[in-house]
């Protein structure tokens, strides 16, 4: 029995509370509220000191009279140069939240992730490509992103599905993509010239350096259509949760909820890739650890779209001090955190079969 189904019987499962909205009744996790709420102070205060540290320090009197429209010395540095650029770092963050959130419930494994499954290179091949003939325009680029990512993605469904999507094969197929789209990729970049190889490889390893309104608005906008999908989303991954046979006797078509919710996963993914790049491992982090923080079934959206926000504004203001005056790309720390972590999801998860086989 679904969620749901137990709050219209008027019984509240242990670690819910019932929160009446209008003539509606709702159920809400009490643990993951309370994350949610720490996730949303933590993201203020990196937010705050994002704002605050460059290469010149800004108080944080000064941060507030920005943010609040009031006349400061500091309007350059804090609303024309770094504002729009934690802005856009704000919903990439959270926009490979969610997407990787949709993608882990799909496929059943915590392995993945756009940038595991080949979305991401799908994404980044015909960036290259545009990028190696010439097409170099920051409002076409995020559109053939958007355009490489689906058809990955299509490519990966219709070769990982065989009269059902197994989860297993889900992920094998998209390694393989994702394999042989990193080749085509590193092809188209050796046909062009230096500059547009070296341009291609900042995009690839993802950066947010120079990014402004240009790419915040687009980005806003795109995530706010799909805000009403989201939430149909966070209702239907309850049901894919579940086995396929309860769920079928449920009245689940679980082959469209699964569809929709890898088209919406890709959509997400795609969004973010076009806007700062393909960075890598947030997709794959902040589902897991809002899984593990809040203790529920199923993975929580909201957390992971605070989570993978507090991710990509964290990485990027390290990015930008660490080795001052240089400037790493963000996606350089994300991979130093991400990729160790998924070594030991891949050892924990043999640890776990040789035990299981042991017993």
């Given at each position: 029995?679904?969620v749901e189904a137990v709050a219209r019987r008027g ?349």
């Open positions: 029995m679904t019984v509240r499962p242990a670690g819910y509370s019932r929160v009446r909205a209008g003539r509606g009744t709702f159920l809400v996790h009490r643990r993951a509220a309370g994350v949610a709420v720490a996730l949303t102070v933590v993201l203020a205060g990196v937010c705050v000191a994002y704002l605050c540290f460059g290469e010149s320090f800004v108080a944080p009197t000064e941060v507030v009279k920005v943010l609040l429209g009031q006349p400061s010395a500091e309007e350059l540095v804090v609303g024309t140069l770094r504002l729009p650029r934690l802005v856009v770092g704000l919903l990439v963050g959270a926009a490979f939240g969610v997407a990787g959130a949709l993608i882990q419930t799909v496929a059943r494994n915590p392995l993945a992730s756009p940038d595991i499954i080949g979305i991401s290179q799908g994404a980044s091949a015909v960036t290259v490509a545009a990028l190696t003939f010439g097409v170099t325009s920051y409002t076409v680029l995020p559109y053939l992103s958007v355009a490489g990512g689906i058809a990955a993605a299509a490519l990966v469904y219709v070769f990982a599905w065989r009269g059902g999507l197994h989860a297993t094969r889900f992920v094998l197929v998209g390694i393989g993509f994702a394999i042989a789209l990193r080749s085509v990729t590193s092809l188209f970049m050796t046909k062009g010239d230096y500059l547009v190889a070296q341009q291609a490889q900042i995009w690839m390893t993802g950066s947010l350096n120079g990014r402004g309104w240009d790419e915040a608005a687009p980005l806003g906008w795109t995530l706010l259509v799909l805000v009403p999908g989201v939430l149909w989303a966070s209702r239907a991954m309850r049901n894919v949760a579940l086995d396929d046979h309860t769920a079928t006797a449920l009245g689940v078509r679980l082959g469209r909820v699964r569809l929709g919710l890898v088209l919406l996963g890709v959509l997400l993914a795609s969004v973010a890739t076009g806007a700062a790049g393909p960075v890598d491992f947030v997709a794959l982090l902040a589902p897991q650890l809002a899984r593990r923080t809040t203790r529920t079934a199923q993975i929580p959206l909201l957390c992971s779209a605070l989570l993978g926000a507090v991710i990509v504004v964290l990485a990027d203001l390290l990015a930008r001090r660490l080795l001052a005056p240089t400037e790493l790309p963000v996606g350089v720390l994300t991979a130093a955190v991400g990729a160790p972590y998924l070594v030991w999801l891949i050892v924990r998860g043999r640890t776990g079969r040789t035990a299981g086989g042991n017993a």
